[in-house]
């Protein structure tokens, strides 16, 4: 991975900067997927014990469940003898957070039966600049397979296979608690870590615990860690780094995937929802980016087509101050791993 430009990350005080993960992985970069190994003699067999560890670790991921708001915004019916500031009191708002709210021009000029958006809480907390607060998740799993380990010669690694899990992600607390951000962050934690451990139970399962490359006699892990690279009172934008070893690799393997939030609606946002649908944006943002590839040692003629005029090319995407940062996927503007560029 090779950032382009250096961006500043917003944020406040309260958003502690990750910690330094556990050393679960050294140095391996290679991604060469091939067929698994199998240890030698093994039968294939069903293992409840591994079953069980890994539906605790993914159990651990869970938080508590979280209330969600109704959908859609709250709305107001203009009533007979209703003013702008009798409905202002009534939600304990101002008259021109309503009017800035439904982009009214004269309070008085309100009808019968006339649907009113109901604007955000008005708190002191909410207007205070720099962003929600931030808190961080770990989820540290170590699950013994008790299966004895082999290496890519067909001798013993000294002890039983290890599946390693480690996962920090990002919740929103304070006045500005976000439940459909935190529900979705947490649910895509849960999945990962779901389908990771789904795969290699299964391999162990079916073939042993072999491994073709290894440290310290570990060949199985998972890490995904998050960094908060925008977050205001508006927006929210997260880069998720992705390692993991999964059985039948000859190396780890290493990406980028991204989210960014409305925090008015809690949704994620597309990268469209960055433009106006009546420009070129695609085209204009494709050259760029082919065009600032093309400095690049890394790059080669796959940027051509991996940072195409196509919008999902630029799906993974974060804000931050500086501007635009666009990640794409390994292998697809060349080089090896995920590679970013700002613009």
Known sequence: MLAVLTTACGGTDEAPTPGTPPDLFGDTITTTTVSPLVVPGWTATDLPDLRAAADECVADARTAAVPLPDEGPETVTVKSGDSLGKIAKRFDRTVEQFMRANGLSDPNMLKIGQVLLVPRQRTEEIEVPGGPVIRFED?????????????????????????????????????????????????????????FLDDTATSVERYGYACRESVEGRCMWLQHQ?????????????????????????????????ETFDLGTGLPLAVADLFDPATAW??????????????????????????????????????????????????????????????
């Open 139 to 195: 989820l540290v799993c170590i699950i013994d397979t008790r299966v004895i380990a082999y290496g890519s010669d067909g001798r013993t690694l000294g002890g039983t296979g290890q599946i390693l899990v480690y996962v920090r992600w990002p919740r929103i607390e304070g006045p500005r608690d976000s439940p459909r951000v935190n529900g979705r962050l947490s649910g895509l934690t849960q999945a990962a870590v779901k389908a």
């Open 226 to 258: 998050y960094e908060v690279l925008l977050a205001t009172d508006e927006v929210l934008s997260l880069r998720n780094t992705v390692r993991r070893l999964s059985p039948g690799a000859a190396g780890e393997s290493a990406e980028i995937l991204t």
């Open 282 to 343: 695609v085209e204009v943002v494709s050259a760029e980016a082919v065009t600032r590839l093309g400095q690049e040692p890394w790059a080669d003629e796959r940027r051509h087509a991996g940072a195409g005029p196509e919008a999902a090319n630029f799906t993974r995407f974060n804000l931050t101050t500086g501007g635009l940062v666009l990640s794409f996927a390994p292998f697809s503007v060349g080089g090896s791993g995920t590679n970013t560029l700002s613009i």
